[in-house]
């Protein structure tokens, strides 16, 4: 899947396509859980003991600033934030998530977040720009300093993907999410962060991707 486009100019010249995209795709798919087998299960299992194998100690001390729970979510002691741990369209089951994630529009993300009922609060909703890229994690230690605006740089050098804690966020596919942050210039874009490569970008709103839920109110979060 490619990545979000960074260039304002680029996201202008496909809004025509995207309009047509949107007429075709009115209609997200649904945002609950599929049914996961025991074979999806022991599959999801593997892929996340395999990449456990794979984390060192620094990314045991930045996961270590999460409290981990049972009922599929994570706290952020550093902003206070309450992440689901799965994203939209998987199930939690046996301490991981299983199943395919459910890719989406931007305003069906929006409408999945208020209609969202997880871990007993229905106060979810789509991350802001900044919340979310402050999940991104490069697994290298490099990573490309932020732009002029402040857009965070993406990862570099031999960095895993998906760029991020993947005892926190077990299975995640590497590719876009959305933000709920709107372009500031053009009204059919918004932003999104690739966990592919953490790279920032922009998108037309008729983009499907992957969705990540929060809950709670931020404080800053340091830059990984």
Not at 2 to 19: D, I, K, W
Not at 88 to 110: I, N, P, R
Not at 176 to 185: H, I, L, V
Not at 204 to 215: E, G, I, P, Q, S
Request: glycine share 10%; net charge negative; with cysteine.
């Amino acid at each position: 899947m490619p990545l979000f486009q960074n260039s304002r100019l680029s996201v202008l010249t496909a809004a025509l396509a995207a309009g047509l995209l949107a007429a075709c795709s009115s209609d997200a798919p649904s945002t609950a859980p599929g049914f996961v087998s025991p074979e999806m299960l022991a599959a999801a299992e593997a892929t996340h003991q395999q990449a456990l194998r794979g984390v060192d100690e620094r990314e045991q001390t930045f996961t270590a600033r999460f409290e981990l729970r049972e009922d599929g979510t994570a706290v952020d002691g550093t902003t206070g934030l309450t992440w689901m741990r799965c994203t939209v369209g998987q199930a939690w089951q046996g301490g991981v998530c299983a199943g395919e994630s459910t890719l989406m529009s931007w305003d069906k993300a929006q409408k999945a977040g208020e209609e969202m009922v997880f871990a007993g609060h229905a106060d979810w909703r789509l991350p802001t720009r900044d919340e979310l890229a402050g999940l991104i994690y490069c697994s290298s230690g490099m990573r490309r300093a932020p732009d002029p605006d402040g857009v965070p740089g993406s990862c570099e050098g031999g960095f895993r993907a998906p760029t991020l804690l993947v005892t926190v966020f077990p299975n995640a596919p590497a590719h876009k999410y959305w933000s709920a942050t709107p372009d500031e210039r053009y009204r059919f874009a918004a932003w999104g962060v690739s966990f592919y490569n953490g790279a920032t970008g922009i998108g037309t709103h008729t983009d499907y991707v992957n969705v990540r839920l929060v809950r709670g109110t931020a404080t800053p979060a340091p830059r990984q």
